[in-house]
Protein backbone atom coordinates (compact mmCIF):
# COMPACT_ATOMS: atom_id res chain seq x y z
CA UNK A 1 0.00 0.00 0.00
CA UNK A 2 1.20 3.42 -0.68
CA UNK A 3 1.65 6.45 2.05
CA UNK A 4 -0.79 8.53 0.74
CA UNK A 5 -3.41 5.48 1.07
CA UNK A 6 -1.38 4.60 4.67
CA UNK A 7 -2.11 8.16 5.81
CA UNK A 8 -5.69 7.66 4.36
CA UNK A 9 -6.45 4.50 6.38
CA UNK A 10 -5.05 5.95 9.74
CA UNK A 11 -7.45 9.71 9.23
CA UNK A 12 -10.32 7.51 8.42
CA UNK A 13 -10.00 5.25 11.57
CA UNK A 14 -9.57 8.39 13.50
CA UNK A 15 -13.11 10.10 11.76
CA UNK A 16 -14.86 6.68 12.61
CA UNK A 17 -13.66 6.49 15.95
CA UNK A 18 -14.90 10.04 16.54
CA UNK A 19 -18.11 9.50 14.60
CA UNK A 20 -19.09 6.25 16.70
CA UNK A 21 -18.24 7.77 20.03
CA UNK A 22 -21.33 10.02 19.64
CA UNK A 23 -23.39 7.27 19.04
CA UNK A 24 -26.08 5.29 21.47
CA UNK A 25 -25.11 5.11 24.85
CA UNK A 26 -24.07 1.52 24.80
CA UNK A 27 -21.34 2.53 21.96
CA UNK A 28 -20.15 5.69 24.14
CA UNK A 29 -19.04 3.27 27.17
CA UNK A 30 -16.86 1.24 25.14
CA UNK A 31 -13.39 0.82 26.71
CA UNK A 32 -11.08 -0.73 24.07
CA UNK A 33 -12.16 0.47 20.66
CA UNK A 34 -11.22 -1.51 17.51
CA UNK A 35 -11.28 -0.48 13.35
CA UNK A 36 -11.09 -2.69 11.06
CA UNK A 37 -10.24 -1.34 7.48
CA UNK A 38 -10.98 -3.58 4.25
CA UNK A 39 -9.65 -1.22 1.93
CA UNK A 40 -8.44 -2.86 -1.35
CA UNK A 41 -10.28 -6.36 0.15
CA UNK A 42 -8.35 -8.19 -3.32
CA UNK A 43 -5.26 -8.38 -1.13
CA UNK A 44 -6.71 -9.87 1.56
CA UNK A 45 -5.76 -7.56 4.32
CA UNK A 46 -7.33 -6.97 7.35
CA UNK A 47 -5.75 -3.72 8.34
CA UNK A 48 -6.33 -3.39 12.32
CA UNK A 49 -6.20 -0.03 14.85
CA UNK A 50 -6.64 -0.98 18.58
CA UNK A 51 -6.83 1.84 20.86
CA UNK A 52 -6.60 1.63 24.72
CA UNK A 53 -7.19 3.89 26.91
CA UNK A 54 -5.66 4.40 30.80
CA UNK A 55 -2.49 3.03 30.35
CA UNK A 56 -0.37 3.60 33.04
CA UNK A 57 2.66 2.46 32.07
CA UNK A 58 2.71 -0.16 29.84
CA UNK A 59 0.41 -2.71 28.32
CA UNK A 60 0.60 -6.49 27.00
CA UNK A 61 -1.72 -7.34 24.39
CA UNK A 62 -1.87 -10.64 22.29
CA UNK A 63 -3.51 -12.49 19.83
CA UNK A 64 -5.45 -15.67 20.25
CA UNK A 65 -3.86 -19.05 19.34
CA UNK A 66 -7.03 -21.10 18.76
CA UNK A 67 -10.58 -20.15 18.57
CA UNK A 68 -13.50 -22.22 16.66
CA UNK A 69 -12.12 -25.30 16.25
CA UNK A 70 -9.68 -27.50 19.06
CA UNK A 71 -6.56 -26.30 17.36
CA UNK A 72 -3.48 -24.79 18.26
CA UNK A 73 -3.49 -22.30 14.93
CA UNK A 74 -1.33 -19.58 16.38
CA UNK A 75 -3.04 -16.24 14.63
CA UNK A 76 -0.22 -14.32 15.20
CA UNK A 77 1.37 -15.90 12.23
CA UNK A 78 -1.24 -13.75 10.02
CA UNK A 79 0.27 -10.39 11.38
CA UNK A 80 3.21 -8.02 10.37
CA UNK A 81 3.90 -4.50 10.65
CA UNK A 82 2.91 -3.74 13.93
CA UNK A 83 3.41 -0.52 15.33
CA UNK A 84 2.28 0.98 18.70
CA UNK A 85 1.84 5.14 18.80
CA UNK A 86 0.80 7.63 21.67
CA UNK A 87 -0.86 10.09 19.80
CA UNK A 88 1.46 10.62 16.59
CA UNK A 89 4.67 9.46 17.91
CA UNK A 90 5.46 5.99 17.86
CA UNK A 91 6.26 4.42 21.33
CA UNK A 92 8.40 1.34 22.26
CA UNK A 93 6.61 -2.05 21.52
CA UNK A 94 8.51 -5.40 22.41
CA UNK A 95 7.58 -8.72 20.96
CA UNK A 96 7.47 -11.34 24.11
CA UNK A 97 6.95 -14.49 22.19
CA UNK A 98 4.78 -16.13 19.39
CA UNK A 99 1.73 -14.39 20.67
CA UNK A 100 2.36 -11.52 22.80
CA UNK A 101 4.12 -7.73 22.58
CA UNK A 102 5.05 -5.12 25.42
CA UNK A 103 4.20 -1.75 24.63
CA UNK A 104 5.36 1.04 26.95
CA UNK A 105 3.91 4.43 27.09
CA UNK A 106 0.75 6.04 29.25
CA UNK A 107 -2.44 7.46 27.97
CA UNK A 108 -4.26 6.14 25.22
CA UNK A 109 -2.03 3.51 23.25
CA UNK A 110 -2.70 3.33 19.58
CA UNK A 111 -1.88 -0.49 17.74
CA UNK A 112 -1.73 -0.83 14.39
CA UNK A 113 -1.21 -3.97 12.24
CA UNK A 114 -2.19 -5.39 9.24
CA UNK A 115 -3.42 -9.35 9.51
CA UNK A 116 -3.23 -11.71 6.11
CA UNK A 117 -6.48 -13.90 5.55
CA UNK A 118 -7.65 -15.89 3.11
CA UNK A 119 -9.21 -18.90 3.92
CA UNK A 120 -12.81 -20.09 3.37
CA UNK A 121 -15.06 -21.67 5.91
CA UNK A 122 -16.67 -21.02 9.14
CA UNK A 123 -13.61 -21.50 11.36
CA UNK A 124 -10.99 -19.55 9.38
CA UNK A 125 -11.17 -15.81 8.11
CA UNK A 126 -11.53 -14.29 4.49
CA UNK A 127 -11.29 -11.03 2.49
CA UNK A 128 -11.31 -11.05 -0.99
CA UNK A 129 -13.13 -8.96 -3.80
CA UNK A 130 -16.34 -11.27 -2.90
CA UNK A 131 -16.74 -10.44 0.49
CA UNK A 132 -15.04 -10.41 4.14
CA UNK A 133 -15.51 -12.99 6.48
CA UNK A 134 -14.52 -11.99 10.01
CA UNK A 135 -14.05 -14.25 12.99
CA UNK A 136 -12.72 -11.32 14.81
CA UNK A 137 -10.71 -14.05 17.40
CA UNK A 138 -8.88 -14.25 14.15
CA UNK A 139 -8.11 -10.55 13.82
CA UNK A 140 -7.98 -8.74 16.86
CA UNK A 141 -5.23 -8.49 19.35
CA UNK A 142 -6.67 -8.32 22.85
CA UNK A 143 -5.10 -7.33 26.34
CA UNK A 144 -5.10 -10.15 28.88
CA UNK A 145 -5.18 -7.49 31.96
CA UNK A 146 -8.05 -5.52 30.21
CA UNK A 147 -10.27 -8.73 28.67
CA UNK A 148 -13.45 -7.80 30.12
CA UNK A 149 -14.01 -4.20 29.59
CA UNK A 150 -16.02 -2.85 27.30
CA UNK A 151 -15.17 -2.68 23.64
CA UNK A 152 -16.23 -1.68 20.18
CA UNK A 153 -15.14 -2.66 16.58
CA UNK A 154 -15.59 0.08 13.81
CA UNK A 155 -15.52 -2.04 10.68
CA UNK A 156 -14.74 0.76 7.33
CA UNK A 157 -13.93 1.24 3.63
CA UNK A 158 -16.83 -1.23 3.31
CA UNK A 159 -17.75 -0.86 -0.73
CA UNK A 160 -20.94 1.01 -1.11
CA UNK A 161 -23.09 -1.87 -2.41
CA UNK A 162 -21.91 -4.27 0.34
CA UNK A 163 -23.72 -4.46 3.88
CA UNK A 164 -22.58 -5.70 7.24
CA UNK A 165 -23.99 -7.93 9.69
CA UNK A 166 -23.21 -9.74 12.61
CA UNK A 167 -25.01 -10.24 15.92
CA UNK A 168 -23.20 -7.28 17.72
CA UNK A 169 -23.87 -4.96 15.28
CA UNK A 170 -25.29 -1.68 16.38
CA UNK A 171 -24.80 0.98 13.94
CA UNK A 172 -23.97 2.18 9.92
CA UNK A 173 -22.43 5.38 9.56
CA UNK A 174 -21.18 6.95 6.21
CA UNK A 175 -17.62 7.48 6.16
CA UNK A 176 -15.33 8.89 3.19
CA UNK A 177 -16.14 6.68 0.35
CA UNK A 178 -17.06 3.85 1.73
CA UNK A 179 -19.46 2.65 4.87
CA UNK A 180 -19.00 2.45 8.51
CA UNK A 181 -20.28 -0.54 10.80
CA UNK A 182 -20.22 -0.46 14.40
CA UNK A 183 -19.95 -3.78 16.41
CA UNK A 184 -20.37 -3.27 20.65
CA UNK A 185 -20.04 -5.65 23.08
CA UNK A 186 -19.70 -6.01 26.66
CA UNK A 187 -16.08 -7.64 26.36
CA UNK A 188 -13.92 -9.48 24.03
CA UNK A 189 -15.28 -12.80 24.43
CA UNK A 190 -18.58 -11.26 23.60
CA UNK A 191 -17.64 -9.23 20.93
CA UNK A 192 -15.14 -12.68 19.17
CA UNK A 193 -18.40 -14.72 19.83
CA UNK A 194 -20.00 -12.46 16.78
CA UNK A 195 -18.52 -13.15 13.26
CA UNK A 196 -19.05 -10.59 10.97
CA UNK A 197 -20.06 -10.86 7.39
CA UNK A 198 -19.71 -8.02 4.45
CA UNK A 199 -20.47 -8.78 1.03
CA UNK A 200 -23.40 -8.20 -1.35
CA UNK A 201 -25.47 -10.49 0.07
CA UNK A 202 -29.57 -11.01 1.00
CA UNK A 203 -31.08 -10.57 4.52
CA UNK A 204 -34.45 -11.70 5.34
CA UNK A 205 -36.20 -12.56 9.10
CA UNK A 206 -37.56 -16.01 9.53
CA UNK A 207 -41.86 -14.91 9.51
CA UNK A 208 -43.69 -15.95 12.45
CA UNK A 209 -40.89 -16.32 14.93
CA UNK A 210 -40.52 -14.27 18.27
CA UNK A 211 -37.83 -13.54 19.12
CA UNK A 212 -36.30 -12.53 16.10
CA UNK A 213 -34.27 -15.00 13.75
CA UNK A 214 -32.13 -12.93 10.82
CA UNK A 215 -30.33 -14.52 7.74
CA UNK A 216 -27.64 -13.41 5.95
CA UNK A 217 -27.24 -15.35 2.37
CA UNK A 218 -24.52 -14.51 0.52
CA UNK A 219 -24.44 -17.30 -2.50
CA UNK A 220 -26.60 -18.97 -5.34
CA UNK A 221 -29.15 -21.74 -5.78
CA UNK A 222 -31.17 -21.17 -3.31
CA UNK A 223 -34.45 -20.36 -2.67
CA UNK A 224 -36.13 -18.45 -0.19
CA UNK A 225 -39.21 -20.17 0.47
CA UNK A 226 -37.66 -23.37 0.88
CA UNK A 227 -35.08 -21.90 3.20
CA UNK A 228 -37.19 -19.70 5.04
CA UNK A 229 -39.79 -22.83 5.76
CA UNK A 230 -36.63 -25.36 6.97
CA UNK A 231 -35.42 -22.86 9.13
CA UNK A 232 -38.48 -21.96 10.74
CA UNK A 233 -39.10 -25.53 11.40
CA UNK A 234 -36.17 -26.01 13.26
CA UNK A 235 -35.92 -22.79 15.08
CA UNK A 236 -39.42 -23.45 16.35
CA UNK A 237 -39.08 -26.92 17.39
CA UNK A 238 -35.83 -26.39 19.27
CA UNK A 239 -37.07 -23.78 20.98
CA UNK A 240 -40.20 -25.38 22.35
CA UNK A 241 -38.37 -28.59 22.98
CA UNK A 242 -36.09 -26.40 25.35
CA UNK A 243 -38.53 -23.96 26.85
CA UNK A 244 -38.39 -20.66 25.23
CA UNK A 245 -35.32 -18.98 23.16
CA UNK A 246 -32.49 -17.66 25.54
CA UNK A 247 -31.71 -14.59 22.91
CA UNK A 248 -33.17 -11.56 21.62
CA UNK A 249 -32.30 -11.45 18.17
CA UNK A 250 -30.30 -14.80 15.96
CA UNK A 251 -28.48 -14.38 13.12
CA UNK A 252 -28.00 -16.75 10.68
CA UNK A 253 -24.98 -16.22 8.13
CA UNK A 254 -24.45 -18.79 5.27
CA UNK A 255 -22.69 -19.12 2.67
CA UNK A 256 -24.25 -21.11 -0.28
CA UNK A 257 -23.09 -22.58 -3.68
CA UNK A 258 -20.03 -20.93 -4.92
CA UNK A 259 -19.99 -18.49 -2.32
CA UNK A 260 -18.91 -21.93 0.26
CA UNK A 261 -15.54 -21.89 -2.06
CA UNK A 262 -15.50 -25.55 -1.19
CA UNK A 263 -15.74 -25.18 2.41
CA UNK A 264 -18.34 -27.54 4.59
CA UNK A 265 -19.68 -26.71 8.07
CA UNK A 266 -21.00 -24.66 10.54
CA UNK A 267 -19.89 -22.91 13.45
CA UNK A 268 -21.72 -21.94 16.88
CA UNK A 269 -21.96 -19.03 18.61
CA UNK A 270 -23.59 -16.97 21.22
CA UNK A 271 -26.26 -15.48 19.31
CA UNK A 272 -25.44 -16.56 15.91
CA UNK A 273 -23.96 -19.32 13.61
CA UNK A 274 -22.17 -19.02 10.54
CA UNK A 275 -22.51 -21.98 7.69
CA UNK A 276 -20.73 -22.72 4.92
CA UNK A 277 -22.19 -25.61 2.86
CA UNK A 278 -22.20 -26.78 -0.94
CA UNK A 279 -26.07 -26.68 -1.45
CA UNK A 280 -29.28 -25.51 0.11
CA UNK A 281 -30.19 -29.09 0.43
CA UNK A 282 -27.27 -29.75 3.16
CA UNK A 283 -28.16 -26.75 5.15
CA UNK A 284 -31.01 -28.45 7.49
CA UNK A 285 -28.76 -31.14 9.30
CA UNK A 286 -25.90 -28.49 10.06
CA UNK A 287 -28.49 -25.59 11.04
CA UNK A 288 -30.68 -27.96 13.61
CA UNK A 289 -27.22 -28.87 14.81
CA UNK A 290 -25.39 -25.40 14.97
CA UNK A 291 -29.11 -23.83 16.32
CA UNK A 292 -29.04 -26.52 19.35
CA UNK A 293 -25.58 -25.33 20.11
CA UNK A 294 -27.64 -21.72 21.34
CA UNK A 295 -28.20 -24.18 24.57
CA UNK A 296 -26.08 -27.64 24.82
CA UNK A 297 -22.00 -26.21 24.89
CA UNK A 298 -23.01 -22.27 24.34
CA UNK A 299 -24.98 -21.79 27.58
CA UNK A 300 -25.26 -25.87 29.46
CA UNK A 301 -21.54 -25.48 29.32
CA UNK A 302 -18.62 -27.63 30.68
CA UNK A 303 -16.63 -26.50 33.16
CA UNK A 304 -13.58 -27.54 31.60
CA UNK A 305 -14.21 -24.91 28.95
CA UNK A 306 -14.62 -21.94 31.07
CA UNK A 307 -13.43 -19.46 30.98
CA UNK A 308 -11.94 -19.49 27.55
CA UNK A 309 -8.00 -19.91 27.66
CA UNK A 310 -7.36 -18.04 24.19
CA UNK A 311 -3.47 -18.79 24.17
CA UNK A 312 -3.32 -22.62 25.46
CA UNK A 313 -5.23 -25.88 25.22
CA UNK A 314 -8.10 -26.34 26.98
CA UNK A 315 -9.03 -29.59 27.86
CA UNK A 316 -12.52 -31.39 28.39
CA UNK A 317 -14.07 -34.60 28.54
CA UNK A 318 -17.31 -33.49 27.76
CA UNK A 319 -16.69 -33.32 23.65
CA UNK A 320 -19.08 -36.46 23.25
CA UNK A 321 -22.00 -34.76 25.21
CA UNK A 322 -21.20 -31.08 24.11
CA UNK A 323 -21.27 -32.26 20.19
CA UNK A 324 -22.07 -35.38 19.99
CA UNK A 325 -25.47 -35.46 21.67
CA UNK A 326 -26.00 -32.21 19.82
CA UNK A 327 -26.01 -34.55 16.89
CA UNK A 328 -28.17 -36.47 18.22
CA UNK A 329 -30.84 -33.59 18.84
CA UNK A 330 -30.26 -32.29 15.01
CA UNK A 331 -31.74 -35.79 13.81
CA UNK A 332 -34.11 -35.87 16.18
CA UNK A 333 -35.05 -32.08 14.99
CA UNK A 334 -35.03 -32.92 11.41
CA UNK A 335 -37.26 -36.31 12.23
CA UNK A 336 -39.58 -34.81 14.36
CA UNK A 337 -40.34 -31.47 12.11
CA UNK A 338 -40.88 -33.97 9.19
CA UNK A 339 -37.55 -32.48 7.11
CA UNK A 340 -36.74 -35.76 7.68
CA UNK A 341 -38.65 -39.24 7.01
CA UNK A 342 -38.02 -41.74 9.35
CA UNK A 343 -36.15 -43.60 7.03
CA UNK A 344 -33.59 -41.17 6.77
CA UNK A 345 -33.04 -40.84 10.04
CA UNK A 346 -32.46 -44.56 10.89
CA UNK A 347 -29.83 -44.37 7.50
CA UNK A 348 -28.08 -41.07 9.33
CA UNK A 349 -28.08 -43.42 12.80
CA UNK A 350 -26.64 -46.71 10.70
CA UNK A 351 -24.18 -44.44 9.10
CA UNK A 352 -22.62 -43.10 12.58
CA UNK A 353 -22.67 -46.99 13.52
CA UNK A 354 -20.97 -47.92 10.38
CA UNK A 355 -18.08 -44.72 10.91
CA UNK A 356 -17.83 -46.01 14.49
CA UNK A 357 -17.17 -50.06 13.83
CA UNK A 358 -15.34 -49.34 11.22
CA UNK A 359 -12.43 -47.93 13.26
CA UNK A 360 -10.05 -49.94 14.97
CA UNK A 361 -9.20 -47.45 17.48
CA UNK A 362 -13.25 -47.94 18.60
CA UNK A 363 -12.71 -51.03 20.50
CA UNK A 364 -9.70 -48.88 22.69
CA UNK A 365 -10.21 -45.16 22.45
CA UNK A 366 -13.46 -44.09 24.96
CA UNK A 367 -15.82 -41.39 23.95
CA UNK A 368 -14.11 -39.23 27.11
CA UNK A 369 -10.76 -39.87 25.95
CA UNK A 370 -11.74 -38.72 22.03
CA UNK A 371 -13.11 -35.35 23.89
CA UNK A 372 -9.73 -34.93 25.43
CA UNK A 373 -7.84 -35.94 22.23
CA UNK A 374 -9.61 -33.06 19.98
CA UNK A 375 -6.52 -31.38 20.55
CA UNK A 376 -4.58 -33.90 18.07
CA UNK A 377 -7.16 -33.70 15.06
CA UNK A 378 -4.47 -31.43 13.20
CA UNK A 379 -2.30 -34.18 12.72
CA UNK A 380 -2.87 -36.40 9.65
CA UNK A 381 -1.98 -39.56 11.60
CA UNK A 382 -4.26 -39.12 14.49
CA UNK A 383 -7.42 -39.33 12.24
CA UNK A 384 -6.69 -42.41 10.57
CA UNK A 385 -9.17 -45.08 11.90
CA UNK A 386 -6.58 -47.25 14.04
CA UNK A 387 -5.57 -43.84 16.10
CA UNK A 388 -9.11 -42.29 16.89
CA UNK A 389 -12.72 -41.89 17.12
CA UNK A 390 -14.83 -39.48 16.46
CA UNK A 391 -16.41 -38.01 19.48
CA UNK A 392 -19.29 -36.35 17.37
CA UNK A 393 -20.57 -39.86 16.12
CA UNK A 394 -19.84 -42.15 19.75
CA UNK A 395 -21.36 -38.88 21.45
CA UNK A 396 -24.65 -39.11 18.49
CA UNK A 397 -24.72 -42.99 19.15
CA UNK A 398 -24.46 -42.78 22.70
CA UNK A 399 -27.15 -40.40 22.73
CA UNK A 400 -29.08 -42.20 21.36
CA UNK A 401 -29.02 -45.32 23.10
CA UNK A 402 -29.36 -43.01 26.77
CA UNK A 403 -32.30 -42.04 25.41
CA UNK A 404 -33.65 -45.51 24.87
CA UNK A 405 -32.53 -46.58 28.45
CA UNK A 406 -34.49 -43.84 30.28
CA UNK A 407 -37.50 -44.30 28.06
CA UNK A 408 -37.39 -48.00 28.94
CA UNK A 409 -36.77 -47.63 33.14
CA UNK A 410 -38.62 -45.01 33.54
CA UNK A 411 -41.65 -46.59 31.07
CA UNK A 412 -41.53 -43.74 28.45
CA UNK A 413 -42.40 -40.84 31.17
CA UNK A 414 -39.40 -39.78 30.92
CA UNK A 415 -36.63 -39.24 28.17
CA UNK A 416 -33.19 -37.88 26.96
CA UNK A 417 -35.66 -34.60 26.04
CA UNK A 418 -36.04 -34.22 29.75
CA UNK A 419 -32.32 -34.48 30.73
CA UNK A 420 -31.24 -31.21 28.29
CA UNK A 421 -34.43 -29.55 29.45
CA UNK A 422 -32.97 -30.13 33.44
CA UNK A 423 -29.37 -28.83 32.51
CA UNK A 424 -30.86 -26.25 30.86
CA UNK A 425 -32.34 -25.03 34.22
CA UNK A 426 -30.24 -26.13 37.10
CA UNK A 427 -26.48 -25.20 35.06
CA UNK A 428 -27.56 -22.58 32.27
CA UNK A 429 -30.13 -20.30 33.35
CA UNK A 430 -28.39 -20.70 36.65
CA UNK A 431 -24.87 -19.51 35.37
CA UNK A 432 -23.54 -22.34 36.54
CA UNK A 433 -20.64 -25.17 34.58
CA UNK A 434 -21.49 -28.55 34.50
CA UNK A 435 -18.59 -30.68 35.74
CA UNK A 436 -18.31 -32.73 32.63
CA UNK A 437 -19.69 -36.46 32.33
CA UNK A 438 -20.47 -36.38 35.91
CA UNK A 439 -23.10 -33.89 36.07
CA UNK A 440 -24.44 -35.42 32.53
CA UNK A 441 -24.54 -38.40 34.58
CA UNK A 442 -26.26 -37.46 38.20
CA UNK A 443 -29.05 -35.36 35.40
CA UNK A 444 -29.58 -38.33 34.07
CA UNK A 445 -29.98 -40.46 37.21
CA UNK A 446 -32.41 -37.38 38.75
CA UNK A 447 -34.84 -37.37 36.03
CA UNK A 448 -34.79 -41.12 35.41
CA UNK A 449 -34.86 -41.87 39.39
CA UNK A 450 -32.49 -44.97 38.86
CA UNK A 451 -28.94 -45.39 38.47
CA UNK A 452 -27.04 -45.26 35.30
CA UNK A 453 -23.21 -45.39 36.79
CA UNK A 454 -22.95 -49.02 34.89
CA UNK A 455 -23.67 -47.26 31.50
CA UNK A 456 -21.43 -43.87 31.96
CA UNK A 457 -18.59 -46.13 33.41
CA UNK A 458 -19.21 -48.67 30.59
CA UNK A 459 -19.58 -46.80 27.51
CA UNK A 460 -18.42 -43.12 28.51
CA UNK A 461 -15.27 -43.55 30.68
CA UNK A 462 -14.62 -46.59 28.93
CA UNK A 463 -14.27 -48.12 25.55
CA UNK A 464 -16.40 -51.49 26.13
CA UNK A 465 -18.90 -52.44 23.12
CA UNK A 466 -21.41 -50.34 22.87
CA UNK A 467 -24.94 -52.60 23.83
CA UNK A 468 -26.58 -52.46 20.26
CA UNK A 469 -28.11 -55.42 20.27
CA UNK A 470 -29.51 -54.89 23.89
CA UNK A 471 -30.69 -51.13 23.73
CA UNK A 472 -32.36 -51.12 20.29
CA UNK A 473 -34.68 -53.83 20.36
CA UNK A 474 -36.32 -51.60 23.94
CA UNK A 475 -37.62 -49.64 21.05
CA UNK A 476 -38.63 -52.03 19.03
CA UNK A 477 -35.16 -51.84 16.10
CA UNK A 478 -33.11 -53.67 14.69
CA UNK A 479 -29.36 -53.44 13.50
CA UNK A 480 -28.82 -55.42 10.82
CA UNK A 481 -25.29 -55.78 8.97
CA UNK A 482 -23.83 -56.29 5.23
CA UNK A 483 -20.27 -56.74 4.14
CA UNK A 484 -18.23 -55.85 1.10
CA UNK A 485 -14.81 -55.74 0.10
CA UNK A 486 -12.93 -52.77 -0.65
CA UNK A 487 -9.52 -52.05 -2.11
CA UNK A 488 -6.41 -50.78 0.61
CA UNK A 489 -3.15 -49.35 0.24
CA UNK A 490 -1.51 -51.23 2.88
CA UNK A 491 0.78 -48.24 3.98
CA UNK A 492 0.43 -44.63 5.36
CA UNK A 493 2.37 -41.70 3.89
CA UNK A 494 2.43 -38.32 5.05
CA UNK A 495 3.79 -34.92 3.90
CA UNK A 496 7.13 -33.57 5.50
CA UNK A 497 8.21 -30.35 5.66
CA UNK A 498 9.72 -30.29 2.19
CA UNK A 499 6.40 -31.62 0.78
CA UNK A 500 7.86 -35.33 0.34
CA UNK A 501 5.40 -37.99 0.65
CA UNK A 502 7.08 -40.21 3.34
CA UNK A 503 6.07 -43.86 4.26
CA UNK A 504 5.10 -43.86 8.45
CA UNK A 505 3.33 -47.17 8.64
CA UNK A 506 3.17 -50.61 6.61
CA UNK A 507 0.46 -53.05 7.19
CA UNK A 508 2.98 -55.74 7.51
CA UNK A 509 0.58 -58.42 6.17
CA UNK A 510 -0.38 -56.56 3.19
CA UNK A 511 0.92 -56.93 0.25
CA UNK A 512 2.84 -53.33 0.10
CA UNK A 513 5.42 -55.55 3.14
CA UNK A 514 6.83 -57.18 0.35
CA UNK A 515 8.77 -53.84 -0.85
CA UNK A 516 7.57 -50.79 1.09
CA UNK A 517 10.59 -49.32 3.93
CA UNK A 518 9.10 -47.26 6.16
CA UNK A 519 10.83 -43.85 5.91
CA UNK A 520 10.81 -44.57 1.86
CA UNK A 521 9.85 -40.90 -0.12
CA UNK A 522 7.64 -41.47 -2.54
CA UNK A 523 8.72 -39.84 -6.07
CA UNK A 524 6.22 -41.70 -8.70
CA UNK A 525 3.15 -43.16 -8.67
CA UNK A 526 2.07 -44.91 -11.61
CA UNK A 527 3.86 -42.97 -13.54
CA UNK A 528 3.55 -39.56 -12.43
CA UNK A 529 2.96 -37.50 -9.47
CA UNK A 530 1.68 -38.88 -5.87
CA UNK A 531 -1.94 -37.77 -5.18
CA UNK A 532 -2.06 -35.35 -3.07
CA UNK A 533 -4.59 -37.73 -0.50
CA UNK A 534 -3.54 -41.56 -1.89
CA UNK A 535 -6.41 -42.62 1.32
CA UNK A 536 -8.76 -40.96 -1.33
CA UNK A 537 -6.96 -42.18 -3.86
CA UNK A 538 -7.55 -45.63 -3.74
CA UNK A 539 -11.50 -45.47 -2.75
CA UNK A 540 -12.39 -45.81 -6.80
CA UNK A 541 -9.66 -48.34 -7.43
CA UNK A 542 -10.58 -51.86 -8.67
CA UNK A 543 -9.69 -54.80 -5.96
CA UNK A 544 -6.40 -56.61 -7.66
CA UNK A 545 -5.02 -53.52 -8.78
CA UNK A 546 -1.48 -52.88 -9.14
CA UNK A 547 0.39 -49.76 -8.49
CA UNK A 548 3.61 -48.84 -9.46
CA UNK A 549 6.06 -46.61 -6.86
CA UNK A 550 9.57 -45.12 -7.30
CA UNK A 551 10.66 -44.06 -3.66
CA UNK A 552 13.55 -42.41 -3.00
CA UNK A 553 15.48 -44.80 0.07
CA UNK A 554 19.31 -44.17 0.96
CA UNK A 555 19.85 -42.04 -1.81
CA UNK A 556 18.62 -43.80 -4.51
CA UNK A 557 15.58 -44.44 -6.39
CA UNK A 558 13.94 -47.74 -6.29
CA UNK A 559 10.93 -49.45 -7.85
CA UNK A 560 8.74 -50.92 -6.06
CA UNK A 561 5.23 -52.65 -7.23
CA UNK A 562 1.99 -54.44 -5.55
CA UNK A 563 -1.30 -55.41 -6.27
CA UNK A 564 -3.78 -53.50 -4.10
CA UNK A 565 -4.51 -55.23 -0.37
CA UNK A 566 -8.13 -55.77 0.44
CA UNK A 567 -10.14 -55.05 3.49
CA UNK A 568 -13.62 -56.26 4.25
CA UNK A 569 -16.07 -53.41 5.38
CA UNK A 570 -19.19 -54.17 7.44
CA UNK A 571 -22.33 -51.65 7.07
CA UNK A 572 -24.94 -51.06 9.56
CA UNK A 573 -28.27 -50.31 8.98
CA UNK A 574 -31.15 -49.99 11.24
CA UNK A 575 -34.73 -51.52 10.52
CA UNK A 576 -37.98 -51.79 12.59
CA UNK A 577 -38.45 -55.16 14.37
CA UNK A 578 -42.09 -55.70 13.49
CA UNK A 579 -42.53 -58.20 16.51
CA UNK A 580 -41.35 -55.92 18.69
CA UNK A 581 -43.55 -55.11 21.93
CA UNK A 582 -46.25 -52.70 22.46
CA UNK A 583 -43.67 -50.69 25.07
CA UNK A 584 -41.06 -51.03 22.35
CA UNK A 585 -43.28 -49.53 19.81
CA UNK A 586 -44.43 -46.55 21.90
CA UNK A 587 -40.88 -45.98 23.37
CA UNK A 588 -39.80 -46.19 19.39
CA UNK A 589 -42.50 -43.37 18.29
CA UNK A 590 -42.11 -40.75 21.38
CA UNK A 591 -38.02 -40.99 19.82
CA UNK A 592 -39.54 -40.33 16.26
CA UNK A 593 -42.02 -37.48 17.38
CA UNK A 594 -40.47 -36.61 20.51
CA UNK A 595 -43.09 -37.22 23.18
CA UNK A 596 -43.32 -39.23 26.02
CA UNK A 597 -46.14 -41.75 26.19
CA UNK A 598 -46.35 -43.93 29.63
CA UNK A 599 -47.10 -47.29 29.22
CA UNK A 600 -48.81 -49.54 31.90
CA UNK A 601 -47.88 -52.83 32.89
CA UNK A 602 -50.80 -54.17 30.62
CA UNK A 603 -49.61 -52.64 27.95
CA UNK A 604 -45.85 -53.98 28.20
Known amino acids: MNSRNVVRRYLMAGALLIASAVLATPAARATIQYTVSIAHPEQHLFHVTMQIPDVSREVVVQMPAWNALYTIRDFSAHVREVQAFVGSEKTPIEKLGKLAWRVSGTGTITIRYDTYWDEPGPFAAQVN ?22 VQLGMYDVPLEWQAEGASRHAIESVGSGRGFIFTAENYDALVDAPIEAARFDEFEVSGLAPRISVVVHGDKWKKKDLEDALRRICSYEVKLMGGAPYEHYTFILHLGKAAAGACGGMEHANSTAIYVR ?31 YANEQYTRALWFAEGVTSTYAAYTLVRTQLWSKEQFYFDLGAQISELESRPANRWQSAEQSSLDAWLEKYPIYNRPQHSVSYYAKGQVLGVLLDILIRDRTNDEKSLDDVLRAMNVEFAQQHRMYRDSLDVRLTTEKVAGVSFEDFFQKYVANAEPLPYQTVLPLAGLELRSAEHKRPVLGFYAERDSNGSLVVREIDPDGPAAAGLHVGDAIVSWNGGDPPRNPERWVNPQKLGSTLRLTVRRE ?7 FRLGEATETFYRIAEDSHASEKAKRIREGILHGVTQPVTAMNQ
Open 129 to 150: SEHAFVNPAMVLMYSPDRRYED
Open 279 to 309: SEEDLPNVAAHEFFHLWNVKRIRPATLEPVD
Open 555 to 561: EQDVSVE
